[in-house]
């Protein structure tokens, strides 16, 4: 079974996101899904500890692919540059050691992570057209930057962890913008 997204978009209306919200379809055995993960490693998720929480929050979507047998694929951008920290492959368990090594630091290039996650999810396109590939981002939306969604991504997940005293909404604008789903970083570790 997989989420059935205009359904549960209909469900969910003007209201938060609850669980009762969702619908469910079956799901073509042999087509599978790939969950790219995009992560926002700028400086200003070093404040308040957001990196860490994004990392906590990654671990746990990845035990939840690893659990539902999908493929998963990590991006990880920061200071000028994009870098693809783990090519699309099936999930596996993963620990805290192999993700504390990512770090932070310098500005917020959002524009270039998409166009790296969005090229990864054209040649997973190629490679397995039937497969479902929702695209995540984890940011705390401090970019001024609005790319454009990603084509070739089936559903978005725009995970906000901002924090800070003033509230720029950005990851909200980026969701609605994609016609993706808004996520607050904190529900989804409860």
């Given at each position: 079974m997989?989420?059935?997204w205009?359904?549960?978009l209909?469900?969910?209306?003007?209201?938060p996101?609850a669980?009762?919200?969702?619908r469910?379809?079956?799901q073509?055995?042999h087509?599978?899904?790939?969950h790219?993960?995009?992560?926002?490693?700028?400086a200003?998720m070093l404040?308040?500890r957001?990196?860490a929480l994004a990392k906590g929050?990654?671990?746990?979507?990845?035990?939840r692919?690893?659990?539902?047998?999908?493929?998963?694929?990590l991006?990880?951008?920061?200071?000028g540059?994009?870098?693809v920290?783990?090519?699309?492959?099936?999930?596996?368990?993963?620990?805290e050691?192999?993700i504390r090594?990512i770090?932070?630091?310098?500005g917020t290039p959002?524009?270039?992570?998409?166009?790296?996650a969005?090229?990864?999810l054209?040649h997973?396109?190629?490679?397995?057209p039937?497969q479902?590939r929702?695209l995540w981002?984890l940011?705390?939306?401090?970019?001024?930057?609005?790319p454009?969604r990603?084509?070739?991504?089936d559903?978005?997940?725009?995970?906000?962890f901002?924090?800070?005293a003033v509230?720029?909404g950005r990851?909200r604008?980026?969701a609605?913008g994609w016609?993706?789903?808004y996520?607050?970083?904190?529900a989804l570790?409860?």
């Amino acid at each position: 079974m997989r989420i059935h997204w205009t359904q549960t978009l209909a469900a969910k209306g003007s209201q938060p996101f609850a669980p009762s919200h969702l619908r469910w379809r079956a799901q073509q055995a042999h087509a599978g899904v790939l969950h790219c993960f995009v992560l926002d490693c700028s400086a200003s998720m070093l404040h308040g500890r957001q990196l860490a929480l994004a990392k906590g929050v990654l671990l746990r979507l990845l035990q939840r692919a690893y659990q539902a047998r999908a493929e998963v694929a990590l991006v990880c951008f920061a200071a000028g540059r994009a870098e693809v920290r783990l090519q699309p492959a099936r999930a596996r368990p993963w620990s805290e050691a192999w993700i504390r090594p990512i770090a932070g630091g310098g500005g917020t290039p959002l524009s270039l992570g998409m166009a790296r996650a969005g090229q990864l999810l054209a040649h997973a396109a190629r490679r397995r057209p039937a497969q479902q590939r929702w695209l995540w981002l984890l940011s705390d939306g401090r970019s001024t930057e609005q790319p454009p969604r990603p084509p070739w991504a089936d559903a978005v997940m725009v995970v906000d962890f901002e924090r800070q005293a003033v509230a720029l909404g950005r990851c909200r604008q980026l969701a609605r913008g994609w016609e993706g789903e808004y996520l607050v970083a904190d529900a989804l570790m409860g």
